[in-house]
């Protein structure tokens, strides 16, 4: 049989080596434990501060484009004036609008080309000019107008100056016609 000082000799062994493990462990282990961990902190500050630079030029890229796609789209605009300021300086063009639409930038390149943006209300007789309708669909009350058909129904605002230009033209078109009707009569 063995003794009850054997048990307590190996418990009391096995609770000191465990202490001695646990302060080793504790002080040696610590050290490099917090010295990985500073490594990966590095590393992930690192890569923090490549991406917040990354981040800063892809900012700056992206507002030198939007300047020079401003700067285009005011070149654009300047050439229409040119293309079409003599065709239709002078010409009266009213416009129709559903309330939500914004149509500023239209109206804004309709005076740049000279041309006289009057705002239009139903029932209204349509003296020497074109109407623009801006609606995503044709109202009732368009189809009763008097005299030929001297308007013109867009669903959209033209967005680009692309659709702009070709507003521009179908504008320049349908005002020529009705001044070669009105010289005719």
Request: no cysteine.
């Amino acid at each position: 049989m063995i003794h009850f000082r054997y048990h307590l000799l190996s418990l009391t062994a096995v609770f000191f080596a465990l202490g001695v493990g646990i302060l080793l462990g504790g002080t040696a282990g610590h050290a490099w434990f917090a010295v990985g961990e500073q490594e990966v902190l590095a590393k992930m500050e690192a890569k923090y501060d490549r991406a917040l630079k990354s981040n800063n030029e892809l900012k700056q890229q992206m507002n030198q484009l939007l300047s020079e796609v401003e700067r285009s789209n005011e070149e654009v605009i300047h050439l229409m004036a040119m293309r079409y300021s003599s065709d239709l300086s002078g010409s009266k063009v009213f416009v129709w609008h559903e309330p939500e639409l914004k149509l500023e930038p239209i109206k804004r390149l309709l005076r740049t080309v000279g041309v006289d943006v009057l705002p239009y209300a139903e029932g209204r007789a349509l003296s020497d000019g074109l109407l623009l309708v801006f609606a995503h669909e044709e109202p009732s009350w368009l189809e009763s107008l008097p005299g030929p058909r001297h308007w013109l129904q867009l669903e959209q605002v033209p967005d680009s100056p692309a659709k702009q230009w070709a507003l521009l033209e179908k504008v320049r078109k349908l005002l020529t016609e009705m001044r070669v009707e009105r010289e005719k009569s």
